[in-house]
């Protein structure tokens, strides 16, 4: 069967292939004469991306905008091609290694300095795609081909040799509840995708249209399926999308899916945490739930780029300033602590170390730490891993489409992502945030964190009683509607109760500005016409109710 890909992206790229690569970051000055506006973010941002924002009051910065396209054409006509741009970083990645081409790219007015990030052409390794390792754990330990013998159900769900690791954090519990990820988009920043449009079981993935689209930041447009990719994201995927009842069954089998290349298996380049950001980028466009990278970056090929313990502060790296600000933008952010546990390294790596990130160790099968899963503290203090599932001998599907077992915090960051992608979709008023905070804080070891456990091996039914009461305010029902939308001159909100209520109204822009603030007494069942509104240029507004007991934010359209 041929599967149709979707890709996404706001400007059209040329790429070609060079026998060197020689990539460069060109950061620039501002995003002056831009034709992209915060009042118009639809031409920039899926209705989904602004719906998960502002479900979480989060409010449009300058971030968001796009970089200033003809910026970008001024920097190919020099001569470079132009991979990628990254709004968030306002930036431009280029391939070229012709020093007269990044001379008079730094020439331009536009243009503050430029990175470079790839310093050599890679060879590519030796080793069949579907047996690399990354991150120095050997990628699988077990083989079993076909169904395992005795399977393992809980209540009508058979999840074969996958029962564990999903009954270990309690998502099986969700799935009897029957939530296994419904509605939820989940992005996973990996280094290729081997055979996933061929393996059996991802069949009720693309059988449901739950492989929603693929990207490729390294090579654009490349194949993320193909002979010659990695097949690390193929059993990442699998902790997460595998539905073969008896033999593997993941945490959200019913989530979908982007598929979205970053890293480049065949070497270990400062690139790649470009790539990453790109990627996040991709995702929070798209209006992506959670975020899964089973990545991490210490050191590379090419010591120049090497990063220090002192850089795991939350705050230093690319790929962590990136996971920081995805996470900011209301996207749950999941990463693998990594696997230099007991090693002259051992502490987390980047994306890991970020404050906003949730970083996942590693467990064996009985909950005991597993030896390689690297160890807190950051830099500056902070505990992590957030939290553990298991990592030692996890289920996963291998290239080939066998069910074996693997080791590796790659594992236990997905088993999680999907895992708390049921726990989302059951507690859908909550934000990221909050829903990380209630996983830490009903988890096995929430009295006392460490740097091994962090908070320890999650409950995720625990926390979804837990949520109901973490605040009560964002569980209750909206309380005011707004009408009409879009409008012209002054919009009404609705009491939706049938008692009377007082209520603050605070209008902001969409830049974050605070407009205008009232307070108003509605009559139950009754309407108040916001004249302030009359004044107002057209654009998008978003409107903060508040009263003792509750808060809403609206998004309102003035045309």
Request: with cysteine.
């Amino acid at each position: 069967m041929k599967h149709i890909l979707i890709l996404f992206s706001a400007i059209i790229i040329s790429v070609s292939l060079f026998s060197q690569e020689q990539k460069h970051v060109v950061f620039l000055k501002n995003k002056d004469n831009n034709p992209y506006s915060l009042s118009n973010p639809l031409a920039f941002l899926t209705q989904r991306s602004l719906d998960r924002r502002s479900k979480s009051n989060i409010l449009l910065d300058q971030k968001d905008l796009p970089v200033t396209p003809s910026y970008i054409t001024q920097i190919a006509s020099k001569g470079a091609v132009v991979v990628y741009s990254l709004k968030w970083f306002n930036a431009v990645v280029v391939n070229t290694n012709d020093p007269a081409v990044l001379a008079a790219i730094t020439a331009l007015p536009f243009v503050d300095h430029i990175d470079q990030v790839l310093l050599d052409g890679p060879q590519k390794k030796a080793g069949t795609p579907g047996f690399q390792s990354i991150d120095g754990i050997p990628p699988y330990t077990l083989f079993k081909n076909g169904p395992v013998s005795t399977p393992k159900t809980s209540n009508s769900i058979n999840y074969g040799e996958a029962y564990n690791q999903a009954h270990m954090v309690a998502v099986d519990g969700l799935h009897n509840l029957g939530f296994m990820g419904e509605g939820m988009m989940i992005a996973i920043l990996d280094a290729g995708f081997y055979h996933v449009d061929q393996i059996a079981a991802f069949d009720s993935l693309w059988m449901n249209n739950r492989i929603l689209g693929t990207r490729d930041f390294s090579i654009p447009g490349n194949n993320v399926f193909g002979d010659d990719m990695h097949t690390h994201g193929t059993s990442v995927l699998s902790t997460m999308g595998a539905n073969l009842p008896g033999s593997m069954v993941g945490t959200a089998p019913h989530a979908s899916f982007w598929l979205v290349r970053t890293e480049v298996g065949d070497y270990e380049m400062l690139i790649e945490e470009y790539n990453w950001a790109g990627g996040a980028e991709f995702a929070d466009s798209l209006g992506v739930d959670v975020i899964n990278s089973s990545l991490g970056y210490t050191e590379f090929d090419n010591p120049a780029f090497n990063h220090t313990y002192a850089s795991m502060d939350g705050n230093t790296t690319p790929v962590t300033r990136a996971a920081d600000l995805a996470a900011s933008r209301g996207i749950l952010v999941v990463n693998s602590a990594g696997n230099s546990g007991g090693s002259t390294w051992q502490y987390i790596g980047a994306p890991a170390d970020g404050d906003s990130v949730f970083s996942i160790g590693a467990v064996d099968a009985s909950g005991s730490y597993a030896y390689f899963s690297s160890t807190g503290p950051t830099f500056d203090g902070r505990i992590k891993p957030d939290v553990t599932a298991q990592g030692q001998g996890t289920t996963v599907i291998s290239g080939s489409g066998n069910v074996v077992q693997g080791s590796g915090t790659s594992f236990s960051s997905p088993v999680m992502a999907g895992s708390l992608a049921c726990l989302w979709q059951s507690t859908p008023a909550f934000s990221a945030e909050q829903i990380r905070i209630a996983v830490r804080n009903t988890a096995s070891m929430a009295s006392n964190p460490d740097s091994l456990y962090g908070w320890g091996i999650p409950n995720l039914m625990n926390a979804r009683a837990t949520l109901s009461t973490v605040d009560s305010r964002s569980a209750q029902p909206n309380v005011v509607t707004l009408f009409p939308t879009p409008f012209t001159t002054a919009p009404f909100l609705k009491n939706t109760v049938n008692a009377a209520m007082t209520i603050t109204v605070e209008v902001l822009a969409v830049t974050g500005q605070l407009v205008s603030s009232k307070y108003f007494v509605i009559p139950g069942s009754s309407s108040v016409r916001l004249d302030d509104f009359s004044a107002f240029k057209p654009g998008i507004y978003f409107l903060r109710i508040s009263t003792g007991t509750s808060r809403q934010v609206i998004r309102a359209i003035k045309i």
